[in-house]
């Protein structure tokens, strides 16, 4: 992983996304549909089946691409907050790709039950969406999701400590990953939170694109924990 692979694919996660995001939007009414009855959302997940799955999938590649991306930006730097940032940036992928991998794999599945006459089939794919649902997408997917990107943004503005850019890149990540780490209050069913998060988003993706030009222009200055640094956790405990 160099810095002119990590830029690539920083552009590609962001643009993958959006464009996945802007389609099942468009598409799909994602994601105001899950505010709808089970029955309805997986009404509509059947008459546009193959492109939903389609899109669910390219958006699941976008969150995979963070693992190479939390590895090849965790070699700009050497401050300890990096080390804990690599983590966080893997963990961040590998919840998003479950919780949205539900979609092409298991809701085509859930989605013929519930169409069936026999009444039994129908309510066991309707409960059987429900509980992926809430498990794999609300638990995981969601709020994993937002708290491990939030924290793997943050933990990469303290290590880079605006040796890349300067107070607006820090600002402009910042704020991006508070919007976004806003979502686990989304079961509170208050508009104020998704408009939050949505927006979150929106900024940290014109973040990571700045990150990416960023990275191609110039090189960073690499940021070492000192001594003194080091031994500031054992003094403390």
Excluded: C
Excluded at 21 to 33: C, H, K
Excluded at 119 to 133: C, I, K, Q
């Amino acid at each position: 992983m160099n810095r002119k692979l990590t830029a690539v694919l920083l552009m590609a996660a962001a643009v993958l996304t959006n464009a996945a995001f802007t389609v099942l939007g468009s598409l799909f009414n994602y994601p105001d549909v899950l505010k709808e009855p089970v029955a309805d959302i997986l009404a509509s997940f059947r008459d546009h089946q193959g492109q939903v799955t389609f899109w669910f999938a390219v958006m699941a590649v976008s969150a995979a691409l963070f693992t190479p991306i939390a590895i090849g930006v965790g070699r700009l730097s050497t401050h300890r907050a990096m080390r804990l940032a690599v983590p966080a940036g893997i963990a961040a992928a590998v919840v998003q790709v479950i919780g949205l991998s539900r979609w092409p794999l298991l809701v085509p599945g859930f989605a013929a039950d519930a169409a069936s006459t026999d009444p039994a089939t129908a309510a066991h794919g309707r409960e059987s969406f429900d509980t992926a649902h809430f498990i794999l997408g609300n638990v995981i997917g969601e709020t994993l999701g937002y708290t491990f990107t939030a924290a793997w943004t943050l933990l990469v503005l303290v290590a880079l400590h605006r040796t890349l850019a300067g107070r607006w890149f820090t600002a402009l990540g910042a704020v991006s990953a508070i919007l976004i780490v806003a979502g686990v209050l989304s079961p509170l069913d208050l508009p104020i939170i998704d408009t939050a998060n949505f927006v979150g988003y929106v900024l940290w993706s014109v973040w990571a694109i700045a990150f990416a030009v960023l990275l191609l222009a110039r090189r960073p200055r690499t940021t070492v924990t000192t001594p003194r640094e080091a031994a500031l956790p054992q003094a403390r405990g």
